[in-house]
């Protein structure tokens, strides 16, 4: 009997030579008519395509709860010589999903004194940084960066904290949220305005298959242990607490 799994796989590998032929960037944005509520989002991405990888719940925050999407670059990457470039590339990406640029004066990393800065200036409902052990070196250095700024504003700055994941796994994520395809969709193409990035490494095409195994993952990080994997097919994995 032939593998009746030869055909699916092969479908899988067929899309992904497809997706390589696609054009990085230059996708016409898909208009929200949402009315803004006012409350605001900061993301702390480490670099440029950070804030597309992880940015499922802040996209569907804007998208049905009328928040404003605030990405805050921590750096522009370590290679000098493609710091502009990868500015550009963030602008477009952000454009493309309807988010704010929060601006920076030249390229170099963010301290505590300016992520104080800025937390106290836009006062966040919610704010994402990576999580403790995401691996990089500098999600990791990130985490305690934006710990340490909330550190020092004292007890009467509260907010939710969101920890992403990518580089390295948590191991105790408590919540999965679905993206239906559509949306994925559009943090495929968000993720492709990154084009030098993604030139060397088309990680934007393995975007969908990460979000498969969130929620084989989630099913029970989340669910809880021998539960059943619910009935959705790509989902992000976070770690939502409140700082007080």
């Not at 940015?55 to 670059?73: F, S, Y």
């Not at 505590?112 to 070196?137: G, K």
């Not at 796994?169 to 990035?197: I, K, W």
């Not at 059943?228 to 989902?235: G, I, Q, V």
């Amino acid at each position: 009997m032939k593998n009746p799994y030869l055909s699916f796989v092969e479908a899988v590998a067929e899309n992904i030579r497809a997706g390589k032929k696609i054009p990085r960037g230059g996708v016409e944005p898909r208009v929200s008519s949402v009315p803004s509520s006012g409350r605001s989002v900061l993301l702390f991405s480490p670099h440029p395509d950070d804030e597309c990888i992880t940015g499922l719940l802040p996209l569907r925050l804007m998208r049905e709860a009328g928040m404003k999407i605030i990405n805050v670059p921590v750096t522009f990457g370590s290679h000098a010589t493609r710091q502009a470039e990868r500015q550009e590339e963030l602008e477009n990406a952000c454009g493309f999903l309807g988010w704010n640029l929060r601006e920076r004066n030249g390229f170099l990393p963010l301290e505590t004194a300016d992520v104080v800065e800025i937390l106290q200036a836009e006062q966040p409902a919610v704010l994402f940084m990576p999580h403790a052990r995401d691996w990089n070196s500098r999600h990791v250095a990130t985490h305690f960066l934006v710990m340490g700024a909330l550190a020092e504003l004292g007890p009467a700055f509260s907010c939710l904290v969101v920890e992403t994941e990518f580089w390295g796994a948590m191991e105790d994520p408590n919540l999965m949220v679905e993206a239906d395809v559509p949306t994925l969709a559009d943090l495929v193409a968000a993720t492709s305005f990154h084009v030098g990035e993604v030139a060397r490494n088309p990680y934007h095409l393995s975007l969908p298959a990460w979000m498969q195994d969130n929620v084989r993952r989630g099913a029970e990080l989340v669910g809880g242990q021998g539960g059943a994997a619910p009935d959705f097919a790509f989902a992000t994995l976070y770690r939502l607490r409140r700082w007080v």
